[in-house]
């Protein structure tokens, strides 16, 4: 990290970067503009993975939030492809107190706008925006991944659509998962199912408050077949999905090299509606994600659904509404998830990387319970050799924190970033060749376990 970068921080996170003075392009109202702010600088490189986050800075007026995207650039404002750095997913949340209590709320810290590789934009119906003041505390989370060797200083770049104007029906926020809101944020699917096999989570939600849906998007992983919001007193009818949608062979995603991870969808339908969908607080909405179920996958589902609060119960089960709109991106896409194996990347002399095919380090074997010791140096023993319902311990030396991701393999293994002397074990019941590596040191800390029968 550069020096006095926690400083430089505080600074940015303080400061309005730029404000656009002319009026949002699709209104003559003075009452909406458009703030260009950002958070930084992250030092990446060599392939590095950061987690940025802490307090950004908050456009400095009072309003409603019509519109919201967040992208990467760096110093000079110029937009940083995939080439050099991914933005992996973002989250924004605003601290607050609130009496609303639910299964996925909490009640400090209201997450209102989050996206991932699918690149999506805050968008509220006309009328409709999310309340805001320039006193507000934003905090937010980010996972940055560096494709490159080259170092840079990035920045998150967030442009914020503000109507300061009292016309507008406010909306509540909720992020909901279908793995359940009292699980973790992600969850892995194991692999193993028979071709065209779907691993479907399902959580049902219950509603905090009354009021209409407007607006809706989602955020899901490579392997993601779909995710939908159903109503289950009303026959389990589907309200809206996301429908995720992946990129051509041949567009950036697949062709960045080294490839570190499953490439997730690079779209997901947008739900739109100014009529709304009526919901009353206390019922259940149902939220499933399916996901390709013959290989493994680390994965997450997460739902980012607007409500408009509104007084009263609604007719039972009414039609949806004749506005709604699922609204996609222009381009080419493919539906299906793509098959993509995620090799080991080793760094060579010039700087460049290649996929380690015949890996040079000498088989040990292991016993039931073994140790792999991860620290400066590695993984010690790189390549092992155990029977299957063999246990692996991995152990980390020192302050620097490791972890095990899975790359491929018959099975999905993976544990927790760990650091000075903490373990993790995980069974591997499955024979076959498992090939391993620290997300944080992507191209120099490999592992690969050959498991018997």
């Keep these: ?133 320039g006193s507000d505390t934003w905090r937010m989370a980010a996972m940055l991944m560096s494709h490159s060797l080259r170092q840079m200083n990035v920045y998150i770049q967030y442009r914020v659509t503000i109507d300061t104007s009292r016309r507008l029906t406010p909306v509540r926020a909720f992020w909901v998962r279908a793995n359940g809101c009292s699980h973790g944020i ?8 028979a071709p ?74 947008w739900f739109s509606s100014r009529q709304g969908i009526p919901v009353r ?19 997450m589902s997460i739902a980012h659904i607007y409500v408009a609060p509104a007084r009263g119960r609604p007719r039972p089960c009414a039609a949806l509404p004749a506005d709604r709109r699922e609204l996609r991106k222009p381009g080419r896409f493919r539906r299906q998830p793509p098959q993509v194996t995620v090799p080991l990347n080793g760094l060579a002399s010039d700087g460049h990387t290649y996929p380690i095919i015949n890996p040079p380090w000498p088989l040990r074997p292991l016993p039931d319970s073994g140790i792999v010791d991860i620290g400066p140096g590695g993984y010690r023993p790189r390549h092992t050799e155990i029977a299957a319902g063999t246990s692996l311990t991995w152990r ?19 544990t927790v970033s760990l650091r000075d002397g903490e373990t993790w074990s995980q069974r591997f019941s499955v024979p076959g060749h498992y090939e391993l590596f620290c997300s944080l040191h992507p191209v120099t800390m490999h592992q690969i376990v050959e498991v018997r029968r």
């Design 1 to 133: 990290m550069v020096p006095a970068m926690a400083a430089r921080r505080m600074f940015a996170a303080a400061l309005v970067a730029a404000v656009a003075g002319a009026l949002a392009p699709a209104s003559a109202d003075a009452a909406v503009r458009t703030y260009t702010m950002r958070y930084g600088p992250v030092a990446m490189g060599a392939f590095n993975v950061a987690y940025p986050r802490g307090t950004v800075a908050v456009p400095p007026v009072d309003g409603s939030i019509v519109r919201m995207h967040a992208r990467l650039v760096d110093a000079r404002g110029r937009r940083v492809t995939i080439r050099d750095v991914m933005l992996h997913h973002i989250v924004f949340h605003r601290t607050r107190s609130s009496g609303v209590r639910g299964a996925c709320t909490n009640p400090r810290a209201e997450p209102f706008y989050g996206t991932g590789e699918e690149n999506q934009s805050l968008a509220l119906p006309a009328g409709y925006g999310y309340r805001m003041r």
């Design 186 to 193: 992600g969850y892995g699917i194991g692999g193993g199912g």
């Design 196 to 269: 065209g096999a779907v691993d479907t989570r399902r959580f049902d939600w219950k509603l905090p408050i009354s009021g209409r849906i407007v607006a809706a998007g989602g955020h899901l992983h490579g392997g993601a077949k779909d995710m939908w919001l159903s109503q289950p007193r009303c026959g389990d009818r589907r309200l809206l999905d996301t429908s995720p949608a992946y990129a051509a062979p041949r567009h950036l995603v697949y062709r960045a090299r080294p490839l570190l991870h499953e490439p997730g969808p690079i779209d997901t339908r």
């Design 281 to 299: 607080k206390g019922e259940r909405l149902r939220l499933s994600a399916s996901y390709d179920a013959e290989r493994p996958h680390a994965v």
């Design 396 to 414: 980390v030396k020192g302050s620097t924190e490791h972890n095990v991701r899975f790359a491929n393999g018959p099975r999905l293994i993976s």
